[in-house]
């Protein structure tokens, strides 16, 4: 038995190490300046210039337009990433609600439909999606970055399974204290629902930092470019005249990954248990 135990915790070392490994030498690297990587390669020993790599990314105006900083950019992912999380569980909630306690005809169907629709991935439905937005004048606005894809079949689905474990008793004893669809919505169902909403949030915030295609399409005003949207665009003005900036190359990269790491690390229980808990 304690053979095996040594060999499970050796197994999960083994892949901390090659999950994390990349990423410090990605950290510690971009503290180097970039005249010493271009010479000396990738290093895991920190440099003498993390405070000064990471602030000139942060603050430097760059660009094509010589407007845009690194911290306005994280900005606008993390509003990219709030708003998709959030209008998502509002809208999986809602959705989930009607197809579980409004026990009307063709309930099961519609839920398939909407189901099914995780087969189509966004590339199909960009270029309708994206010509809507266009004869609405919402490119390069907030609200077109956000609402095209609010609709989320997977969140309707994880929250109709988990409506589906509450108790009938309490839409009954909900019922008896007069207690109309709305108010047992906000008073019951949503309080029971914070783990699982904790946890589609996770899901949610990252997909939505890490969009990528969508604001591509969506943005041609710098001052709308997410991280993950910017750091070519933003390279390509940081560029010397030999060497390129290695250095800021790789803090980008750990900025573009620092929140959502976060956002994991800080919700994980609740993500777990939102996943897990079947006892309602």
């Known amino acids: 038995m304690q053979r095996v135990k040594i060999f499970d915790h050796v197994i999960l070392l083994m892949g901390v190490f090659i999950m994390v490994g990349p990423l410090v030498v990605a950290l510690m690297t971009s503290s180097h300046e970039a005249a010493d990587i271009h010479r000396n390669g990738l290093s895991i020993l920190p440099g003498g210039h993390f ?54 005809r063709f309930a099961t169907i519609l839920f398939w439909m909407i189901f ?48 589906k474990s509450i108790p009938d008793e309490l839409l009954e004893a909900a019922r008896i204290d007069g207690a ?35 604001p591509t399409l969506m943005t041609t005003d710098e001052s709308f470019f997410t991280l993950v949207r910017g750091i070519k ?25 620092l929140p959502p790491v976060m956002i994991v690390m800080i919700f994980q229980r609740w993500f777990i248990k939102g996943l897990t808990e079947s006892d309602k």
């Open 116 to 163: 099914t629709t995780l087969l189509l991935p966004l590339e199909v439905r960009i270029l309708p999606s994206y010509e809507v937005m266009t004869a609405l004048n919402l490119t390069n606005t907030y609200t077109g970055l956000i609402v095209p894809l609010l609709a989320s079949a997977t969140g309707t689905f994880y929250f109709r399974q988990f409506f």
């Open 233 to 257: 665009q933003i390279l390509l003005v940081w560029v010397g005249s030999n060497i390129p900036d290695y250095n800021e190359a790789f803090a980008l990269a750990i900025l573009a990954m």
């Open 180 to 214: 109309g669809p709305f108010k047992f919505f906000i008073g019951v169902i949503v309080p029971l629902s914070k783990t699982m909403m904790a946890a589609i949030f996770i899901i949610m915030f990252v997909y939505g930092w890490n969009q990528y295609l969508w």
């Open 51 to 104: 405070v000064d790599t990471y602030t000139k990314v942060l603050t430097k105006e760059g660009g094509f337009t010589g407007k845009i900083t690194g911290l306005r950019m994280m900005m606008n992912s993390l509003i990219l990433g709030i708003g998709f999380a959030v209008g998502k569980i509002a809208l999986s909630m809602l959705a989930a609600y009607a197809l579980v306690y409004f026990r009307f």
